[in-house]
């Protein structure tokens, strides 16, 4: 079973970067894909990035290409999401995801992120 913490969330005001975190324990991310989704209260979930782990390779939901980058660490089992020229339209709860397959399979509990104007 993983287990998947995120952390970096909080107020920023837009222009503004912020890097969120994601440690997993339970089991490595090696094998998994693993990627970083939001969502808005009433709005339905967003995908924002993937990762391929063994890979490395990345995608992006255009709304975020050129400004987020999904990294990952494997020495600590952790993946990161740094958001740069944030945006009030990317307030939401961001989430940390890993499976299989893009499907996800396991979640985090999410951390906010609140663009100020």
């Known amino acids: 079973q993983v287990q998947l913490v995120e952390s970096g969330g909080g107020l920023v005001q837009a222009g503004g970067s912020l890097r969120l975190s994601c440690a997993a324990s339970?089991?490595?991310?090696?094998?998994?894909?693993v990627g970083w989704f939001r969502q808005v209260p009433g709005k339905a979930r967003e995908r924002v990035g993937i990762?391929?782990?063994?890979?490395?390779?990345?995608s992006y939901a255009d709304f975020v290409k050129g400004r987020f980058t999904i990294s990952r660490d494997n020495a600590k089992n952790t993946l990161y999401l740094q958001m740069n020229s944030l945006k009030p339209e990317d307030t939401a709860v961001y989430y940390c995801a890993a499976g299989y397959t893009v499907a996800m399979d396991y979640w985090g509990k999410g951390t906010l992120v609140t663009v100020s104007s």
């Open positions: 990762m391929h782990w063994g890979a490395g390779t990345t």
């Open positions: 339970g089991d490595t991310f090696s094998r998994y894909v």
